[in-house]
């Protein structure tokens, strides 16, 4: 393919084309230790992603500004890289981690989220031009990979949305945009700015929240923690079926196996359930009779193994049935445990009628 390029930027890309291995091992390294770096910090991002610059691209480059650069390595981003996160906070977690990773060139690097007018919305995102530091990679044959840069870009994901957007409707049109479909943008620029900012307050406030709840949980402040399925997961990491579970197995010395109790908690929220001390004091209030039905549930059987949430499960049928709930609560704790079934009505009179029998309720 025909470029228009002086005999300089000819030699830019013929330098171009003898140094791309270099760049694609370049690639191989950034891409790897991107990934790494975000998975061993636990951060959820929405994609990492490199890209080495094609040769079309290179060379409308070079032929908007090829004046501009005295060789390839003055050019940046040959090599890109790009994370793109969920959070505006996570955008600075990637940062630093990067700064630990790489030698960052913070003169030609640039944080767009600081240079935009007061009055005006727009690109964000954070870009860094760095180099691979010899302590993370090295090969005597091929010393340029620690001198040429590369440029990683960091972004939120709504961030990103703007980006290719505006890209698309201002930077590829060659008309200048009438000032109204101007203004149109820019309004959703600033929806998404509120968006990103909201997301991220909200996150922090739910962190906030779940770190206060593990605290009451923790000294045992029960009565304060009202019942939902943050509280409630907090609650089941203390283990609160422990000595009832413990009692029931000992009847056949059965072995106890762990299975979910998240299932349960729209059943206790049925029964009226506000706070983890509404669940403590289900515990203390019906743990004997839960424990009298087990015993009539499984003695003289040879069960060897039985599910964890037995315990859970015998408590709330007690209270059901101590409640007045008859047959009908018993079906519908049923469904909600297994699943809408007609057997669940034969179930609901077979328990109801062992309780009545052995004097439970």
Known sequence: ????????????????????????????IVSEQLRQCVDENNIH??????????????????????????????????????????????????AAIIEKKFIVDRENSIDKRKVLDIDRFGYMSLHYICRIPTSLYEDKEYPLINIFRFEIQMRTALQHVWAAMNHDIGYK??????????RNLNRIAGMLEL??????????????????????????????????????????DINPFK?????????NQAEVYEDSLMRYLEVLLN???????????????????????????????????MAQSIALQNLCIVYIAKQGGGEKGLKAFYDLIFGESEDNSRRAKHILQQLTDNHII
């Open 195 to 236: 968006a990103d900012e909201q997301f991220s307050r909200i996150r922090r406030e739910i962190t906030d929240y779940r770190r206060q709840v593990q605290a009451l949980v923790a000294d045992g402040n029960f009565n304060d923690v009202p019942l939902d399925g943050d509280t409630f997961r907090s609650y089941l």
């Open 45 to 94: 991002v929405v994609t990492v992603e490199t890209r080495i610059k094609t040769e079309e691209s290179l060379a409308g480059k070079l032929e908007l500004k090829g004046n501009k650069y005295h060789s390839l390595n003055d050019i940046t981003d040959i090599l890109g890289g790009r994370v793109i996160t969920f959070y505006t906070d996570e955008v600075d977690k990637i």
């Open 243 to 251: 000595m009832l579970i413990e009692r029931i197995s000992s009847v």
């Open 271 to 305: 029964m009226n359930m506000k706070t983890l001390g509404d669940i403590e004091r289900l515990i203390h209030d019906y743990s004997e009779a839960a424990y009298k039905l087990a015993l009539h549930q499984f003695a003289g059987t040879d069960l060897d193994i």
């Open 1 to 28: 393919m025909e470029y228009k390029l002086d005999m300089h930027c000819q030699a830019i890309m013929e330098e171009y084309h003898r140094m791309k291995p270099i760049f694609e091992k370049m690639q191989e």
């Open 173 to 182: 049109s060659n008309v200048e945009i009438p000032a109204n479909h101007l």
